[in-house]
């Protein structure tokens, strides 16, 4: 079976898609970097069986303590997914502004002067039926299938194809964050077992 290309964005990432999604040649540049860089943060990931939901019961370094207080996470189950991609980064304001403005929609504003960050590449918060209808732009677009992240796909992928990780880092471990950068200034690595 193909592997399906999924877009991640949070459920809260929306976007509208009107007209029939063609740019005009102003924006048709942007449109082509938009899919290229789109393209390029897709990550392949191998399709398994997981225990779904929260292991924080049968994980021994949580002590049999659950790791989630929501009531829909509370049960384990098995999955089994196929291959998939996934973006590996959420679809930021000028993203969203570029695919807008190529189906002459208004973009998302948002207040630089507020914001201490550049905030046209903090992710956009759209709702799920804008989102959807991003990613039947960008299938339109690319002639590929893009669709939102199921919600077992997400889990999956942000814990390294299911392991039992409670952090989506490298091993599933936090660190003290400001020892990590200061080290890596300086051109050090962090102390695996620092935390």
């Known amino acids: 079976m193909k592997p399906r290309l999924i877009l991640l964005v949070l459920s809260a990432l929306s976007l509208v898609a009107c007209g029939d999604g063609q740019a005009d040649s102003k924006n048709q540049q942007a449109v ?6 789109t393209k390029e943060n897709l990550v392949y990931v191998k399709g398994g069986s997981f225990q779904m939901g929260d292991f924080g019961q049968i994980d021994p370094k ?16 098995r999955v089994t997914l196929d291959d998939f991609y996934i973006q590996d980064r959420q679809v ?34 759209v709702d799920w039926y804008k989102a959807n209808k991003y990613c039947q732009w960008l299938s339109k677009q690319t002639g590929k299938d893009y ?6 796909q997400w889990e999956y992928a942000a814990r390294s194809r299911g392991r039992m990780m409670p952090y989506a880092t490298d091993d599933g471990i936090l660190r ?7 080290l890596e200034k300086i051109g050090r690595k962090a102390d695996a077992g620092s935390k």
């Open 147 to 152: 669709s939102l992240p199921t919600e077992a």
């Open 176 to 182: 003290d964050l400001a020892k990590t950068i200061l």
């Open 32 to 37: 082509d970097a938009l899919i290229k860089k």
């Open 62 to 77: 949580s002590e049999k303590l659950p790791y989630s207080v929501n009531q829909d996470d509370k049960y384990l189950h």
């Open 92 to 125: 930021t304001y000028s993203d969203f502004n570029v695919y807008a403005k190529s189906i002459d929609e208004p973009g998302i504003e948002y207040d630089q002067q507020e914001s201490q960050q550049n905030t046209s590449d903090l992710p956009v918060g």
